[in-house]
């Protein structure tokens, strides 16, 4: 197998490694409680989806 010929700087490492960072969820708005929710999911608070209830929330 190949092997490095020479070192490469932390720096050079370092700029590498700067985009593994997490990204935030894409949050929408429930159009019943206006609560933010993911996309194409069911509500949590209200449990509607899609203008209808899918499941009762207490």
Known sequence: M???K???SKS???KRRANWKL???GLVECPQCHSP???HRV??????YKN???IAVK
Do not use: I, M, T, W
Not at 43 to 48: F, H, I, P, R
């Open 23 to 25: 990204s935030l969820p």
């Open 52 to 54: 209808r209830e899918v």
């Open 2 to 4: 190949a092997n490095p």
């Open 12 to 14: 050079r490492r370092d």
């Open 6 to 8: 020479r070192r490469h």
């Open 37 to 39: 929710k993911l996309p």
């Open 43 to 48: 509500c949590a608070e209200c449990g509607y």
